[in-house]
């Protein structure tokens, strides 16, 4: 149970500390070619591969794929008004905090008739997917649909798997989410399948290729998000989820070991790490995990992934190398469980938790965060799911006669000096009335 990575006493690179992270690195390369082979077979058979995928993976046939509008009505009507509530105050501060991420148009005057203007413009489509595999996740429904909406996007699809303990149907809490939020384009298809679904258009299903494709989900669908790069946008690969805490001594090791059973629980593949300099503490944490994991209803699951080599408590010398560690393995979730956190040093995450009182599990549901985050360290460069995701930066340049004159001589003597003298010759062409002014003067 949470085999110890000791690297106290080493004096460790960038590179050091990247090879000592913990990674399912097989399970990775595995999804990988799996999932580049879904999306071929889908790319090329379209819904006949997709009817395969639901037969293999979920135990599902002759479902209905595109998914009726009575069964979002049905499951709205059914949904538990407890868990209906939830719902919408989770989309409530969704929205409030996505609106906070929409950059407002900025026009830049760089001289008399010289202005160039940012604006942000949304997609015209995009593909949510929602997982419905191990657990049910209606809360994803909120965290991809309300960021594109608050975008402005036009057309919003959604797919989550068909599930065989509803007659081939999406899970009605994901279908009473999605209508909810006006969702009426719907799908009961899952795993890389969707995604390449919505990258390449099932003509058959009225299905047509969205701009982007966003969405958590486990190892291969995070593999077909890659397969897909270059035809589709896509946000960060969301897989398997991970958790990162660093603690010192001071911390309550029972909440430390409830919240890396909590992520353990999604998923065999769940990464669950502890970062700390006190041995005993460590220790500690090990003997709650061990006693409390057993006890809760996904157990079996979490013990898996807390047995598993992604899995680890780290020992290290003092909080500047947890540091370092920490933003070496750039986690998807990295919880703070420090007497003085300074969440400014963490610099790579996909969302950081700071303090006893704020768990994954409040920005897994209404913390107002999002919660499809960047796993398997791509927050060392990549973000989480927001209203930017969707929305492409745009420049718009607008100069008049006299300030394109004033940058005249500069233009050309920068396209003679690259071998592009026709980019000179463009702007020269707009003067050349001048010149016959001129000659015409002088003559």
Do not use: C
């Not at 760089?110 to 949304?122: D, K």
């Not at 409830?258 to 998923?267: K, P, R």
């Amino acid at each position: 149970m949470l085999r110890t990575i000791d690297l106290r006493g080493r004096d460790l690179t960038t590179a050091d500390l990247l090879d000592a992270v913990p990674r399912a690195g097989a399970a990775r390369a595995e999804a990988l070619s799996a999932a580049a082979d879904i999306v071929v077979d889908v790319r090329d058979r379209g819904e006949a591969a997709l009817r395969e995928q639901a037969a293999r993976f979920d135990g599902v046939t002759d479902h209905a794929i595109r998914v009726p509008a009575a069964h979002l009505d049905e499951a709205l009507d059914a949904l538990d008004p407890a868990v209906r509530g939830a719902l919408e105050e989770a989309i409530r501060r969704v929205r409030i905090a996505s609106a906070a991420q929409v950059p407002p148009a900025v026009v830049t005057d760089l001289g008399p008739g010289a202005r160039v203007e940012q604006r942000w413009q949304p997609v015209r489509r995009a593909g949510v997917y929602v997982p419905g595999g191990k657990a049910v996740y209606p809360s994803s429904v909120v965290m991809n649909v309300v960021p594109a909406q608050v975008a402005g996007v036009g057309e919003v699809a959604l797919a989550s798997p068909p599930q065989a303990a509803f007659d081939g149907r999406v899970h009605p809490d994901i279908l009473a989410a999605a209508r909810l939020l006006g969702v009426t384009e719907v799908y009961a298809m899952g795993g890389a399948g969707a995604i390449a679904a919505y990258a390449y258009g099932v003509p058959s299903l009225g299905l047509d290729p969205v701009d982007v494709v966003t969405g958590p989900g486990n190892n291969f669908v995070a593999a077909a998000k890659r397969a897909v790069a270059g035809v589709v946008g896509t946000d960060s690969e969301a897989g398997a989820t991970e958790i990162l805490i660093v603690a010192d001594e001071g911390a309550d090791a029972a909440l430390v070991a409830v919240d890396l059973i909590s992520q353990a629980e999604h998923d065999e593949q769940a990464s669950a790490v502890l970062v700390t300099w006190s041995e005993e503490f460590g220790d500690l944490v090990r003997a709650e995990v061990e006693r409390r994991v057993d006890a809760t209803a996904n157990g079996v699951r979490a013990r898996t992934a807390l047995e598993g080599d992604q899995s680890a408590i780290v020992l290290v010398d003092d909080r500047g190398a947890a540091t370092d560690f920490s933003n070496a393995y750039a986690p998807e979730h990295l919880e703070l469980h420090l007497r003085d956190p300074r969440p400014e040093d963490f610099v790579n995450a996909g969302a950081v938790f700071v303090g006893d009182h704020s768990p994954v599990s409040l920005g897994d549901y209404l913390a107002g965060s999002n919660h499809v985050l960047p796993t398997g360290g791509q927050a060392r460069y990549a973000s989480g799911l927001s209203a930017s995701t969707f929305l492409r930066p745009q420049q718009v340049i607008t100069y008049d006669r006299e300030a394109l004159r004033a940058v005249h001589e500069g233009i050309v003597a920068l396209a003679d000096a690259e071998a592009l003298p026709a980019h000179g010759e463009a702007v020269t062409a707009r003067f050349a009335s001048d010149r016959a002014d001129t000659e015409s003067a002088e003559d």
